[in-house]
């Protein structure tokens, strides 16, 4: 069955919902899991206000990365699976389908939660995206009080 599994993980209760159901996954097929978090190019960004950039990166890099540890932890100490970790810069559909590549998985799992009225248009939305993209399968985590059949 799954032997390499990604995970996409940005510390969100979505996100955290996808770790937990793909590191069971990970446990029942004994996978190996590498866990990325994705840092949107922030530097890119234009900022006001004499903020210095790099410290702005620097800042959101820190807090990934804690994120990042705590993820990759949190999988090793209750699922005894075998996992490591990665950070991504740039857009997330091009990082997780990189990553998928580079790490030769077989699944990769996302979080996602329901979006509605105008967030749907606005909001790219990572999984559809990701769904033509990816040279594996795609689980996209969706929480159960989300789900009615039927439901856009």
Known sequence: MY????MAYDGS???????????ELAEITN??????????????????GGVNTSEVVSEEHSEVMKLLDEG???IRERRHVECTGS??????????ENAARDFEADLVVIGTRRLG????WWRKRIGK??????????????PPEDFEPGKE
Do not use: F, W
């Open 87 to 96: 950070i991504g810069y740039g857009d997330p559909v091009d990082e997780i």
């Open 117 to 120: 009225g105008l967030d749907r």
């Open 13 to 23: 209760p979505e996100y955290r919902r996808a770790l937990r159901q793909g590191t």
């Open 129 to 142: 995206n990701l769904i033509d993209r990816l040279p594996c399968s795609l689980l996209i985590a969706i």
């Open 31 to 48: 996978a190996e899991v590498h866990l990325l978090a994705v840092i949107r190019s922030s530097a890119a960004m234009p900022m006001a």
């Open 72 to 74: 990759v932890e949190r």
């Open 3 to 6: 032997k390499k599994i990604l």
